[in-house]
């Protein structure tokens, strides 16, 4: 069943805001077209008192429900703790396409850890994928679900890349990427401006919102329990339990997940240097029927360019363009999102500039500064993920997983990433939004260029 057609005379605008103050004052939704049009309304329950639980997990949003929902489905009691409400953040506010592999690509991680790291996440990449496409079927989670993504090459090099990327995945077993010239990209994309590209089989787009809530709902029907609108303000250890404190109450386990990402704020001090908040902005267009849609992007595919500050679009069920693309580093946001997405979106489909936005947001992801997500443990009991870096849909699913092996006692996966060495951002966490802004002029320059 397509979400219903929310209609708005302009576009509304969602400031994205920076940790745990914030999730305080607000934990309404923000008025994105996801929140329009979710199909599941929920009736937030507040901690109150001590609870005890086998697993606290902090953040309701992909990482921590996917954890919780790995680890109920072994028998686990497990209590998930949300300063706002579930998808508040990057879970409910994202563009939607389900895309496989990390920031960092398998050639730069082969460069920078060798043979063995990258022989161990090329195996790896495209199951954080699957664990969404089972859940879907297994849940009957109604988000939109398709198959199919599109990789957009603006330039020659760009299709070199694209070629090299398939070979890369190749070596790995992965066989699902179509290269695509510039006529056969046409019969994907109704624009003219791209040089080729390349098709992800395996992957795909769905509605966020939709599938976060839906997993939420999968967990409770596990017997989990999910307490929203309590903003933790501490996450300690103590007589060999993990304790999750909020205004109004505790949650005492056995074991603790901090997944609080872009919007765990200075909850957790141990984590909050090794990843930026930076936000990205999205909009919707008012519907444009079935058959204008069908013209813009005639097999339904999501689409995202190759860019290093990159555009991405797709259609949702009821036929509107989903349009999204820069950053701004710091997690602030730009003063008008429409004014700043628009040349973009009618530089790819310059027939739309007649159509109206109906919705603009923005949301915040966490950047590592080697573009690979962290995986940890604080002290014995206290397990965390988070750093996406813009691929957060599949990894975090992925990484919620690992982390649920790890603590039902196998920690072959969950110790190779959280080997890995993390890099401090240059500047410190005062001057890294700066030296960051720095680092994407070069590289916007060097798209402009063509280089």
């Not at 300063?83 to 953040?89: L, S």
């Not at 967990?219 to 929203?228: A, F």
Request: glycine share 12%.
């Amino acid at each position: 069943m397509p979400p219903r057609s929310p209609t708005s005379s302009s576009a509304r605008t969602w400031r994205s805001c920076d940790g745990g103050q914030e999730l305080c004052r607000r934990r309404a939704y923000p008025p994105s077209y996801y929140a329009a049009s979710r199909n599941i309304v929920r009736t937030p329950v507040q901690l109150q008192g001590d609870v005890t639980a086998d697993i606290a997990v902090v953040g309701a949003g992909y990482s921590g429900l996917s954890s919780a929902l790995h680890l109920a489905e072994a028998g686990f009691k497990v209590v998930v703790v949300e300063g706002a409400a579930v998808g508040w953040g990057a879970s409910g506010r994202n563009g939607g396409q389900v895309v496989n592999g990390l920031n960092a690509s398998l050639g730069t991680i082969e460069r920078r850890y060798g043979a063995k790291t990258v022989e161990f996440v090329g195996g790896l990449v495209q199951e954080g994928a699957r664990v969404i496409y089972d859940w879907v079927d297994r849940y009957g989670i109604d988000c939109d679900l398709r198959r199919g993504n599109i990789y957009a090459a603006y330039t020659a090099k760009h299709m070199a890349e694209l070629e090299a990327k398939q070979a890369l995945w190749r070596r790995f077993g992965m066989d699902d990427h179509e290269l695509l010239d510039a006529l056969a990209i046409r019969t994907h994309i109704g624009s003219n401006v791209y040089a080729g590209g390349m098709i992800d089989h395996s992957g795909g787009h769905m509605h966020p919102l939709n599938l976060v809530l839906g997993e939420a709902r999968a967990l409770e029907g596990l017997g989990g329990v999910i307490y929203e609108h309590c903003p933790v303000t501490s996450v300690s250890q103590g007589g060999g339990k993990a304790v999750v404190t909020t205004a109004s109450g505790k949650v005492i386990a056995n074991v603790a997940i901090v997944c609080g990402n872009a919007y765990l704020g200075d909850v957790v001090p141990e984590l909050t240097a090794r990843v930026m908040p930076v936000s990205t902005q999205m909009m919707a267009t008012a519907p444009l029927g079935a058959e204008r849609a069908a013209q813009l992007l005639p097999t339904g595919m999501c689409v995202e360019d190759v860019r290093y500050i990159l555009d991405y679009f797709r259609l949702s069920a009821d036929h509107r363009l989903i349009f999204g693309g820069g950053v701004v580093y710091g997690g602030t946001d730009p003063a008008d999102v429409v004014k700043k997405l628009r040349p973009n979106l009618d530089k790819v489909f310059p027939q739309l500039a007649d159509v109206a936005i109906d919705y603009a947001w923005s949301g915040n992801f966490a950047l590592s500064f080697s573009r690979v997500p962290q995986m940890g443990r604080l002290g014995n009991n206290i397990y965390f993920a988070h750093g996406y870096s813009g691929h957060g849909v599949t990894g975090s699913h992925l990484f919620g997983k690992i982390l649920s092996e790890a603590i039902r006692g196998d920690l072959t996966r969950f110790d190779t990433f959280a080997s890995l060495p993390w890099i401090p951002f240059p500047g410190g966490r005062m001057f890294r939004a700066q030296y960051s802004t720095l680092g994407s002029w070069w590289y916007a320059l060097k798209d402009r260029l063509g280089l």
